[in-house]
C-alpha cells in the first residue's frame, strides 16, 4: 500500500478519547439489539446483514470520528489496538468490547465508506482488524471473546445469540487475503459448526457438497448475490450451515488467485490476465467503478491517500 503522508503525533490522546469502553458497548449492543437468552428471528438477522443495513445509522455519528482519527495515523505507528483499548481477556467485559472493535474496524468501513473512500476499509482498516484478530486468537479457550463455553456459562447466552456473534468475530479471517488466515478460517467454520451440529442432533448438508465449497472459484460471488436463507421459520442451524459455507467459499479465490481479484480497482493492483478472465466471468461482481479505479490508480502511483470522508457523505 502506498505512504500514509501523516506524521505521527507525540501521544496518542486523541485516539484514547474516542476508543472508549462506551464506544465498543454501543457499537456490539446496536448491532446485536436482542436478549442473551431469547431466540434469533434468523431471517430478519441476515436480512439485516445481507439485504439492510440498520446498523449503521444507529452509530454512525459516534463511530465516524474514530474512523476519521484512526487514518490519520500510518499503520505502522498505530499501537497495538487490542491492548491498548480493550480490557484483559479474563475481564467479564471483554467478549463484548472485543466485539465492538472488531465491528468498528471491519463491519462499518463497509457500509460506511463510498467511492474512493473505499480504499481505506480493504487496505488500512483491513488489516487493523486482522492484527486484532490474531492478538485474541491464540489466546486459552477460556479466555477467547468467540468461546462457546465462555458466552453459554459467565455470559449466560444462549445457542442463538452465540452464533451470531461467532459470524462476526470470522468474517475478519476471510476478508483477509492472507493464505494462513484462510486456514485459519475454515477450521474456525468447522468448529462453530461441529458445536451446532452436536447441540441440534443434525448434520450440515452443505457438508455432500465439501469439495466444491473449498474449489469452486465462482461460488462466492454466486451465493452472495442469491442472498442469506429467507422465510418464516429459519432455524439457527440453517443460519450457521448457509454463513459457514459464505466463509469457506472464499478460500479457493485466495487458493488460485492470492488475492480477491475484484478488490485490484479499489486498491490500485493492477490485475493479470487471468484474473480479468474471473472478474468478467463473475459480472464484475463488487468491484469499483472506472472513474474510482482512476482516482485510486493516480493516488497509488503517487503514494498518496486522498484523506477520509471524501466520497462517503
Not at 459467565?154 to 456473534?165: P, Q, S
Not at 475478519?172 to 484462510?182: A, I, K, P, Y
Request: aromatic content about 12%; hydrophobic content about 35%; some cysteine.
Amino acid at each position: 500500500m502506498g505512504e500514509t503522508p501523516q506524521t505521527t503525533p507525540s501521544s496518542f490522546n486523541d485516539l484514547d478519547n474516542l476508543l472508549t469502553p462506551s464506544l465498543f458497548t454501543l457499537l456490539a449492543t446496536s448491532r446485536f439489539p436482542y436478549p442473551k437468552q431469547s431466540p434469533i428471528n434468523f431471517s430478519n438477522f441476515g436480512r439485516d446483514i445481507f439485504l439492510a443495513d440498520p446498523f449503521s445509522p444507529l452509530v454512525k455519528d459516534a463511530a465516524w470520528p474514530a474512523l476519521l482519527t484512526l487514518s490519520k495515523y500510518p499503520l505502522d505507528k498505530l499501537p497495538d489496538l487490542h491492548e491498548r483499548y480493550l480490557s484483559h481477556p479474563g475481564d467479564p467485559s471483554y467478549p463484548e468490547q472485543c466485539l465492538g472493535l472488531l465491528l468498528l474496524l471491519d463491519n462499518l468501513p463497509r457500509l460506511l465508506f463510498k467511492g474512493i473512500d473505499a480504499r481505506w476499509t480493504f487496505d488500512f482498516f483491513d488489516h487493523l482488524a486482522q492484527r486484532v484478530v490474531h492478538s485474541w486468537i491464540g489466546l486459552p479457550e477460556e479466555q477467547r471473546p468467540d468461546s462457546w463455553e465462555r458466552w453459554s456459562g459467565k455470559l449466560g447466552a444462549r445457542m442463538d445469540y452465540w452464533t451470531g456473534v461467532r459470524f462476526w468475530f470470522g468474517v475478519v479471517l476471510v476478508h483477509s487475503e492472507r493464505q494462513g488466515d484462510q486456514e485459519l478460517g475454515v477450521v474456525y467454520t468447522e468448529e462453530t459448526r461441529r458445536v451446532v451440529e452436536k447441540a441440534g442432533g443434525v448434520l450440515d448438508p452443505w457438508r455432500e457438497r465439501r469439495e466444491m465449497v473449498l474449489s469452486d472459484v465462482t461460488m462466492f460471488p454466486r451465493e452472495y448475490r442469491l442472498g442469506p436463507p429467507q422465510g418464516e421459520v429459519v432455524t439457527k442451524e440453517k443460519w450457521v450451515f448457509w454463513s459457514g459455507m459464505l466463509m469457506d467459499c472464499h478460500k479457493p479465490i485466495i487458493d488460485r488467485f492470492g488475492r480477491y481479484p475484484w478488490l485490484n480497482a479499489i486498491t490500485g493492483r493492477v490485475s493479470t490476465k487471468e484474473e480479468e478472465e474471473y472478474i468478467e466471468r463473475i459480472g464484475h461482481f463488487a468491484e469499483a467503478g472506472e472513474a474510482v479505479r482512476a482516482r485510486v490508480k493516480d493516488d497509488v502511483d503517487a503514494q498518496r491517500w486522498t484523506p477520509l470522508g471524501e466520497d462517503s457523505f
